[in-house]
DNA sequence: ATGAAAATGATTACCATTTCCATTATAGTT
DNA sequence: AACTATAATGGAAATGGTAATCATTTTCAT
């Protein structure tokens, strides 16, 4: 069982490790977490989904796990305007899953898409050549939203 | 000094009017602080500022003003990721003033730019077709923008 | 000027996130 | 495997931005 869990995600370990944390069984769980669901979870979720296989793992370790986690870039936070960040892993086995996304402002759902993102992706690395030497910039991310009304909201609103 | 203070922003009056709201003096005094100060400020820099021209001014109405004006279209909302929301004014006199956004990590500093706008719009544009048709999302806006480390934080750092 | 409706501000409530600190777990070294 | 310095933990309380409440005041069409 202890070793199940450790097993999880064994390509992690190497980053985390490498930054000089330790590997603990609560930063094991949450990583498992991450990587196991649907993405853009927020704090409380992951925290639920972590208590319900390791019930003494407290909101202020995933507070503080995420936390090291969005530093070291190993997951990614966002902020999409409805007062709670939400966390994805930065990448999977498979390689990165960059993708953007559409928020719908009513019920504040989000999409992720990544059909466009190439053509998207090309002029991203230009633009960001162009703004670094201007304004001596060094970039290391983007974020891309797009707003408007899901399908659902569409017809209730209306 | 009431007469200034009512001629301040007379182009935005039609819109706001135009929406069944009530021109007061405390919405007017906030829409000439959009108006006339540099972009994205806080709702409590707002508020200060606010005061200091009309010092019985309460933080609740600069809130409840700045979530008509949002959501009117007439004031942008933005979430940069530091717990507090940036406010600034879509238009001006001289028309829109489109830009994006440079956010540093290290000290949440936002630079906007319009450089390479030109382009990206276009790119949006066709991206925004392509989404609402595939997702069938009446989309509204979107916000762009790159994360990094400004000129001063990256000698600091390093 | 008048009155219905909307706006106001002070306070309180809310809720996501952080801080504090005493206790416990980790991992490199014997 | 036991030891130890150090980092990590969790519960409670604090923080801070924003929203709700409600009695009072202001706006604006008449």
Redesign the interface.
Known sequence: MHNRQRNGQIWLYGKFRGCGYKLTMGRNIILNVLANSDKHLSAEEIYFKVHSLYPNIGLTTVYRTLEILTNTGLVF?F???DGR?RYELSQGPKGTRHHHH?I??NCKRA?D?T??ID??IE?LK???K???E??????????????????KC?KEIK
């Open positions: 936070k902020d999409f305007g960040a559409l719908c402002t999409i898409y059909d466009f053509k998207e002029l230009e633009t960001e162009g703004l670094s201007k304004f001596n910039f060094k970039i290391s991310g983007h974020q891309i939203l797009f707003y408007g009304l899901c399908e569409q």
